[in-house]
């Protein structure tokens, strides 16, 4: 039994400590701590018979029956606590991305690396049950040489603009998931990058300096290519889809639904719409991302998504940022480059 | 090239016309007859270069060059002018029911047994494309040993009250072409019929002494069982679907739209509505069944669809008829001994 | 938060034990008994955190803290523990069937009646969402009057032979939750039943005096027809539909499946089997269930299925087991009359 | 009924020849001209009942009861014939595309606007019931503003390596038409390209100096972003597929089968692989464009495709071209600049 502490319980730590709680066996979480601690977070920590509340993480830090740490803070808070955190001797699980700083996310990866600790990046999708039957279809090699990828990937809202003004910007926000999946689909880099963006959903989205529609191709080093397309409101709900392409066939997934009701009357063929946004459709994939740190943890197993997937999309990232600035592909190594990598 | 002649140029005359047209290679249509022929019909017979056009069809029965006809006008002809045609040297292409009255079907078998024509019954649905798809893999063995057969056929509108009152009833005018399907499908003759009838859509018709909703079950010679439901009346177009269900698995269908094109909004996600009705579903189904026919001639091949393919149906729908006036199971050797078949 | 008790700790027991501790916010196991307890039982009890374990259920009926049990011991059973622990003031959640016999199930729901207290029979298809989503779409009206209920209701594979012969036969093993679905999503009655039973399957079962494949069709006392269809072994999995067709419209239910992942290759375009079976689609059906339950009796709510709704798919199980066995419709009424009901 | 006729009986000019007989009823094929006509052509011409064969196109063009030419000779000739045909008085449905050659091109757009016959480019995509319920939904506001538009165009096999090195390239072969249904689906022009190439299917295709995949990203003048994935191979056959997404939802087709049928078995749920090519798929557009066509000449209203919508797709064409060559994206404003449009 490996005891946890949650660092930041705003929305997506209380979604990891309920979930640790109904479906993580081998966890238990000793203590959550958040500087805005206030009586409803206490109780909610009572109610899922967690011991010990701060507003100080630096208390989990520093109890050593504690071995694990979940970053869910702000994000400029992920590098420093992650570094502390490792100094501390736990072994850490940090929602993405780690850090919108290439350096900073640098001295994670090398302190990580120095540590023999644990650590592990929140990037849920890979343990969706849909997106994985497309991974085990390509790693079976069910479809032959890749060709072609595509991802589908729109919200069913967009963020308030003052969370947009402090967001990154969409790549940074939204499309590093996406190019996650490139990454972990394909199970190859991604050498460069040529992307459009436009704003068609919001002006004010505009005016902050941002995007709300992207699509980004993408070369790969295995000789595919990839496309996403992204858009911060799709008004018939969160649409997660991906394909990949290959000399043997195609493999492709859609969007879950509640059920699997379809009405047939005058107006036509109705089923639902995809389940409303990513706490639902990826409700059981945070409980299994937790399961495999935990797993990674008890066996000694390198983690399924490291530092450095941490670090990767956030240069494709820069990739799509300065595309879009310059309108011109990107490669990757220019951006490596340019952080002396 | 065959050339032939129609008997009845009302709409399933017409359908036949215009399809032996377009699809039907070796095949041409000489004559037309209709004791109600008006300018409209020789417009239309001209409009397809037919040659002739009479009111009286025994015309076509004493034109040497026609060799087969079709016979499409009103089911109480059907018999006698099947019989006439015959005699008369022609092949005979007859739209289904052969009759209501099992003795002149037998007739109509025994005169077509001793002339070594070619006589063929109008159902259509073993000509399209998915109902054919299920044969062929029930025939190909993809379904193992078969268990269950369960056939849905809703109409999208009912039927005019007065057509209704001289129709033979539901089990004659409708659920004949479901009894077929069973026959085609399974390969196997009904054993025995329970038929469940009631009034949902429309009152007048109960008034009229039919029913317009059926769930007719029965047993087959093979084994299986077989399930039939039907409807009158289906807010959202013609119902076709079918699935026959077997030891190695499942093969089913379903109905065909004008397109797949589905819109995805605040309401749901929603494709077409299936096709409104026989004439647009089965439209290449009535181009199949004449092209078979005409091969059967030339080709001298036993027709697919045969006399006692006509009667067969007929026995069944008898059967379902006195399951619901007397609501017990009725065994199909009930009503053939009824008849000293 | 509601202290509860498990009589039975087989794999339904389990089942329950598990959901309870993931998902049912306000109960909490206290105890579990089992005639046969051992020490793998002990070990799954202490991993839920379960601080009781019994051989002798009555001392849990004996627990002033415990208010609520679940009897998932075997059927026979049933009855006689319901009334015990309706007698030591329990609420109840029975499994199901309550019994086989009308007579017992009455006795329980005589003793029910005057307790005053909750009891609730386990039909965990109700809280299925997508039979649900049916049940919701026919409450709304969308479908208008109801003219016909389709289920079909197959199982991947049958049971051991030994179970088959104990099941009390497939009626009341499997069909029995058809039977529920029927009452359930048309909120009507069943008036009249025609079964048709065969032996498709395995020659054991018929050896063994019971059927495997079975087409049921009901006449509802809404005028509605319905018609179950039933196999014990479908080769691709647990297939669980259902469609309610209206004046209005119909809607159907399919199967859920592990993911949407649809591969296109040379032999087609081929997604995932239906789930494997019950603990597969139902999971999440059975921790609805007990929150329901809870709820009921936290909040003084009459339970989502009662006594009686345990009662009534045993008369229709009668019936159409009757049916079979004489080839004739059989009325509820004589069954009813028959254990003057 | 206007007199037709053909110049070129490959097999584009049959299909033509052949869905015009069946399909299209306001005209009538003449005559047919073919350098090679053979004796198989002749037989063919004569199954359809066509008057006179000619090796010599300008027999046709000197017929004063043809009034109208469908061009369905080698690319090299569309232009010039055009232009002589025009000049002869003749209406001209030419196959795609009019021509590599910007110059050509405008030259025939030229003599087509002196001359007020009309002129119809063979995009016959635009006439599938597919492609034009996604138009349909667009064009009523289903979709709101658009914002993406996804085109996925894969062929079922590439053509041999000797078409390929004459056949302009895969973007004025293949992609033409995805440039055409960007520009249909939308209702507007394309503003800059960027296109990503490769060889993934065969070495040979390389060695000849073209790509057989491709990913397109165009941004259009209405402020979508568009984007074609094209394949030469998809070993599961012809891959049409295409969505409209926008503000109040998306729209999207999939692909046609031969049927609708469902295997569900051990391997899973199967149903059949899209139709085998573009006759297949395409074989009732093919008659739908020439009815179309006949139709503007008969009504003397616009052509349904235009030459300016034959030159457009090679504009983007060249723009795709130049963008692989140099790894920029293109402005189609850099390209009409350099042809001084």
């Known amino acids: 039994?490996?005891?946890?502490?949650?660092?930041?319980?705003?929305?997506?730590?209380?979604?990891?400590?309920?979930?640790?709680?109904?479906?993580?066996?081998?966890?238990?979480?000793?203590?959550?701590?958040?500087?805005?601690?206030?009586?409803d977070g206490k109780k909610w920590a009572a109610s899922l018979g967690i011991e010990n509340t701060y507003t100080d993480y630096k208390k989990i830090l520093a109890d050593k029956d504690i071995s694990a740490v979940l970053i869910c803070?702000?994000?400029?808070?992920?590098?420093?606590?992650s570094i502390e955190a490792i100094n501390a001797g736990k072994h850490v699980f940090c929602e993405k991305p780690i850090d919108h700083s290439v350096k900073k996310i640098e001295e994670v990866m090398d302190?990580?690396?120095?540590?023999?600790?644990?650590?592990?990046?929140?990037?849920?999708?890979?343990?969706?049950?849909?997106?994985?039957?497309?991974?085990?279809?390509?790693?079976?090699?069910?479809?032959?040489?890749?060709?072609?990828i595509k991802i589908t990937s729109?919200?069913?809202e967009a963020p308030p603009i003052e969370y947009v003004k402090v967001s990154g910007g969409i790549f940074f926000d939204m499309t590093i998931h996406d190019f996650d999946m490139v990454r972990y689909l394909?199970?190859?880099?991604?050498?460069?990058?040529?992307?459009?963006?436009?704003?068609?959903?919001?002006?004010?989205?505009g005016k902050a300096g941002d995007i709300d529609t992207a699509v980004i191709t993408m070369k790969l080093a295995n000789g595919a290519t990839a496309v996403i397309d992204n858009c911060r409101k799709a008004v018939y709900g969160y649409d997660q889809r991906a394909e990949v392409f290959g000399t043997k066939g195609s493999i492709a997934i859609g969007n879950d639904s509640n059920s699997s009701a379809v009405l047939s009357n005058e107006s036509g063929v109705t089923g639902e719409k995809p389940m409303y946004f990513f706490l639902q459709r990826y409700m059981m994939a945070y409980a299994a991302e937790i399961n495999s740190f935990?797993?990674?943890?008890?066996?000694?197993?390198?983690?399924a998504v490291n530092a450095n997937d941490g670090l990767q999309p956030v240069l494709i990232g820069l990739a799509a940022k300065k595309s879009v600035d310059e309108n011109r592909p990107v490669t990757i190594a220019e951006i490596k480059k340019s952080f002396d990598l």
Chains 1, 2, 3, 4 share one sequence.
């Open 111 to 148: 302190i990580v690396k120095r540590s023999g600790l644990k650590y592990q990046v929140g990037f849920n999708r890979r343990f969706d049950h849909n997106f994985k039957a497309i991974k085990d279809a390509v790693d079976a090699g069910k479809i032959g040489k890749q060709q072609i």
């Open 73 to 81: 803070a702000s994000t400029d808070t992920h590098a420093p606590i």
């Open 186 to 205: 394909s199970g190859s880099e991604v050498d460069e990058v040529f992307a459009v963006g436009s704003v068609t959903v919001d002006p004010e989205i």
């Open 294 to 303: 935990i797993d990674a943890i008890i066996n000694d197993k390198p983690t």
């Open 1 to 39: 039994m490996i005891n946890i502490g949650i660092i930041g319980i705003g929305r997506i730590g209380r979604v990891h400590g309920e979930s640790i709680t109904k479906f993580v066996k081998n966890a238990k979480i000793k203590a959550v701590a958040d500087p805005f601690l206030n009586e």
């Open 154 to 156: 729109r919200d069913p």
